[in-house]
C-alpha cells in the first residue's frame, strides 16, 4: 500500500504531524507530492505499471464510481505522475494539476476541454507557433471562432472582449520577442465577458511569474523546457481550480489519452527540485548576456523584458521577478547575417529547444515559426535576421566569448 505522506500537497488525506506554516516554494519543490511506498524510500519511487489491481470485483466497481481512492489504470493517474502534479501544484499555489506528454498536449487539453462548436477563443497574437496553429486551423475546423488581438494594445483586448467569449489565451512573455502581455488588465476584462483566462506560462517558469496570482485563471506548461531543462524527456502540465481539473481537464485527457509516461514524470520530479536554482541562474546569465549585446554594433536590437529598451519593461517588473532565459537578438544585415552569426558560435548550439541547462540558439523565421508563414510571422514581429538565444547554465563568461567571437567582423 502506497502510505499517503503528501503534507504540501492538495486534496490528500494527512498522515501525522505536518508544519503549521506555509513552507517556501523552494522546500515544496523537493518534498511536496512525496507519497513514499511501505519501503520508506528517500528518492521517489517510479512506478512503471500501466495498470492496478482490486482485492475484490466490489473494490473494482467502487473504485470506478469513484467512492474509494485507487488508481485504475495509467492513461487515468498514476503514483508516480500524481507525485509530480501534487509537487508542481505545490510550487505553483494551485489547487490541482493535470500532467500530460508534452506541452502542445497541456496547450490543446486546456482550451479544448472548455469550448464547443459556436464559441469563441480570443487570443494575443504573438505565441508559439504550433499553439497558433490549435487556435487557427484546428480549433476553427470545429466551427470555434478565434479573435486575434494586439497583446499590447488594452483598446483592441477590450473591443474584441465586448461579447460573450469562452476562453482568453495569453502567452506571456511570449516566445520568441518575450512581448509581455498585462496579465491583470487582460484577466478582468476577460473575466466581464465570461471567459477563462487561461496563460501558456513557459517562458517565465513557475520561478519567475505565477499567473494564477495575477488573475489569471489557469496555467499550462511544456514541463520539456525549464521543468526538466537538461534535454531529456517531453511533458505538459496544466493547473488550476480542483473543479476545472476535475469537471472539464480530466474528463477530456483521460478519454483523449493525453496522459504523461510514469518514467517521465520521475524524470520530471527531480528536475522540480533544482528547477529554481537553475532558472535563477539562467535569467543572472541572460540579463548580462542581454545588456551585453545591447552594446555590440552588429546587433540591432535585443528583446530582452529586463531591459530598459524593452517596451513591456515596467509591466515585467510588476508581474514577474526575473527577466527569463530567452534573448531576443535582432542581427543587423538580415538573414544572411544571422546564419552566418549562428554558424560561427563554437559553444553554443544551434537547436530549437529551450530552457536548456545547455545554451541554445535558433533562427525562429526558418524553424520555430517557419510554418505559419511570412505574413503572420510579419504580424508577430519576427524577422529574418531575428535569432533566439536560450541561456544556460555554462559559466557566462564562456558564453559572452563565445557570441564575442561569432558577431567580430573577419
Ligand atoms: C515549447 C513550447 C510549447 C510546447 O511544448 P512541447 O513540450 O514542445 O510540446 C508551448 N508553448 C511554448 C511557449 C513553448 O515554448
Redesign the pocket.
Known amino acids: 500500500m502506497t502510505k499517503r505522506t503528501r503534507p504540501w500537497g492538495y486534496g490528500h488525506p494527512i498522515d501525522g504531524a505536518q508544519p503549521n506554516w506555509n513552507l517556501h516554494p523552494d522546500t515544496l519543490a523537493v518534498r511536496g507530492g512525496l507519497a513514499r511506498s511501505g519501503f520508506n524510500e528517500t528518492g521517489e519511487a517510479l512506478y512503471l505499471t500501466s495498470g492496478f489491481t482490486y482485492d475484490s470485483a466490489e473494490e473494482a466497481a467502487s473504485a470506478f464510481r469513484e467512492e474509494s481512492e485507487h488508481h485504475l489504470y495509467s492513461r487515468f493517474s498514476n503514483p508516480t505522475v500524481a507525485m509530480f502534479e501534487d509537487r508542481l501544484a505545490a510550487i505553483e499555489g494551485a489547487e490541482a494539476c493535470f500532467a500530460t506528454g508534452?506541452?502542445?498536449?497541456?496547450?490543446f487539453t486546456s482550451v479544448a476541454c472548455l469550448v464547443k462548436a459556436g464559441d469563441r477563443i480570443v487570443a494575443a497574437m504573438s505565441?508559439?507557433s504550433?499553439?497558433f496553429v490549435i487556435l487557427n486551423e484546428i480549433l476553427p475546423k470545429w466551427g470555434v471562432e478565434i479573435v486575434l488581438v494586439d497583446g499590447n494594445d488594452e483598446a483592441d483586448w477590450a473591443k474584441a472582449l465586448d461579447q460573450p467569449t469562452a476562453v482568453v489565451f495569453i502567452?506571456s512573455p511570449?516566445?520568441p520577442l518575450m512581448q509581455i502581455v498585462d496579465i491583470p488588465m487582460v484577466s478582468r476584462l476577460a473575466h466581464a465577458a465570461g471567459a477563462t483566462v487561461i496563460v501558456?506560462n513557459?517562458?517565465a517558469s513557475a520561478v519567475m511569474q505565477k499567473p494564477l496570482q495575477l488573475g489569471a485563471d489557469v496555467v499550462?506548461y511544456?514541463?520539456?523546457?525549464h521543468i526538466d531543462g537538461q534535454g531529456r524527456v517531453?511533458?505538459?502540465a496544466i493547473l488550476g481550480t480542483a473543479e476545472y481539473i476535475k469537471t472539464k481537464v480530466k474528463p477530456f485527457a483521460r478519454h483523449t489519452g493525453q496522459s504523461m509516461s510514469a518514467f517521465n514524470a520521475w524524470v520530471l520530479l527531480k528536475s522540480l527540485e533544482t528547477m529554481s536554482m537553475r532558472v535563477e541562474r539562467m535569467n543572472q546569465s541572460a540579463l548580462k548576456i542581454a545588456e551585453f549585446l545591447s552594446t555590440q554594433s552588429a546587433v540591432a536590437r535585443v528583446s530582452y523584458p529586463l531591459l530598459p529598451s524593452h517596451p513591456g519593461y515596467e509591466l515585467a517588473k510588476k508581474q514577474m521577478t526575473g527577466g527569463g532565459s530567452t534573448v531576443g537578438i535582432e542581427l543587423a544585415g538580415g538573414q544572411a547575417a544571422a546564419f552566418e552569426f549562428l554558424n560561427r558560435l563554437l559553444v553554443i548550439d544551434i537547436s530549437n529547444?529551450?530552457?536548456d541547462s545547455k545554451s541554445l540558439i535558433t533562427h525562429p523565421a526558418s524553424t520555430t515559426h517557419h510554418r505559419v508563414g511570412p505574413l503572420v510571422r510579419e504580424q508577430m514581429g519576427i524577422s529574418d535576421s531575428l535569432v533566439r538565444l536560450s541561456v544556460g547554465l555554462e559559466s557566462v563568461d564562456d558564453l559572452i566569448i563565445d557570441l564575442t567571437q561569432a558577431l567580430a567582423k573577419r
Open positions: 508534452t506541452g502542445m498536449s497541456a496547450m505565441m508559439f504550433s499553439c502567452e511570449s516566445n501558456d513557459v517562458m499550462m511544456s514541463a520539456t523546457k517531453l511533458g505538459g529547444n529551450l530552457g
